[in-house]
């Protein structure tokens, strides 16, 4: 309950209006136990509840929500775009090739990157995703 709070406030910081549906784009985020979804998970999740609200509308609210940064999108290669709540853990991903399930991973390969080897270049941003297949594939 607490996280939703923080993230109404947030758009309403950015001088959004809480409408149920925003509220409810957030509860699928926080309470899914996937935390990367498509526009099309998300849908499906509020579709009971809200259903006159349009892929379109889901949508638009996600890139609402990534432009103010309580979203990311990720792109992991051919698959559909994903979102996740932007959690202030920084982390990436391994990503399976054949069922596009994804798992995060809780350290950094940019720490392992020679410093010497990137001067004059001061690094703003970066994403990190390793694709193979999962142990569930495999078998």
Known sequence: MKETIFFIKQLQEKGLKITPQ???IIR????????HLSAEDVHNQ?????????????????SVMQQLGILTELNFGERKNLFEINSS???HHLVC????????IDFC???FLDADKVKNFKVKKHSFEIFGICANCME
């Open 97 to 104: 090739t054949k069922c596009g399930v994804s798992e995060e």
């Open 22 to 24: 925003r509220q409810e």
């Open 46 to 62: 509020i579709a009971e509840k809200f259903p006159s609200m349009s892929l379109d509308t889901v949508y638009r609210n996600l």
């Open 28 to 35: 699928v985020f926080l309470e899914s136990k996937n935390n």
């Open 109 to 111: 390969p940019l720490e």
């Open 89 to 91: 853990q920084h982390h």
